[in-house]
């Protein structure tokens, strides 16, 4: 017996529907194993490189910098906007380094989510019109 029209429009909004949850589901588990790597970036934090001059040659240091000042001082606890990390290559850097692309790719990841929900919200609206039929 051939399904009817509205039953194969319906068949396909819900493999639609489970296609776009499993993605969602997909790329939130990324997100999980992202954050398990370890401590992520503020949004407001990026990296800077910077000159400083001795008495002989000038040497690039590079800091973490933020917005508004998140950083604990060492000295008296207060909060700065700078976070020294050293030359190119010390352990400080290369960990702000990963911190950031963490952070960057749960940013991207989160866009593509927030795309899927658009999309869900669709099809939620689309499948709500042939059930009132």
């Known amino acids: ?5 509205k039953s194969s429009i319906q068949d396909d909004l819900a493999k639609r529907v489970d296609a776009v949850v499993k993605i969602k589901q997909r790329l939130e588990q990324e997100i999980h194993s992202i954050l398990a790597l370890g401590k992520v970036a503020p949004a407001s934090c990026w990296i800077v490189r910077y000159q400083a001059k001795g008495r002989n040659d000038n040497y690039w240091y590079y800091k973490l910098q933020a917005s508004s000042p998140i950083f ?6 207060k909060l700065s906007r700078y976070q020294h990390l050293g030359k ?4 400080a850097y290369i960990d702000a380094l990963e911190q950031i692309t963490r952070r960057a790719k749960i940013e991207a990841l989160d866009r593509s989510i927030e795309s899927l929900n ?3 919200k669709d099809l939620i609206e689309e499948t709500s019109k042939y059930r009132q039929q």
């Open 88 to 91: 190119a290559g010390s352990q």
């Open 118 to 120: 658009l999309g869900l």
């Open 72 to 77: 604990p001082t060492k000295t008296d606890g």
């Open 1 to 5: 017996m051939p399904q009817s029209p």
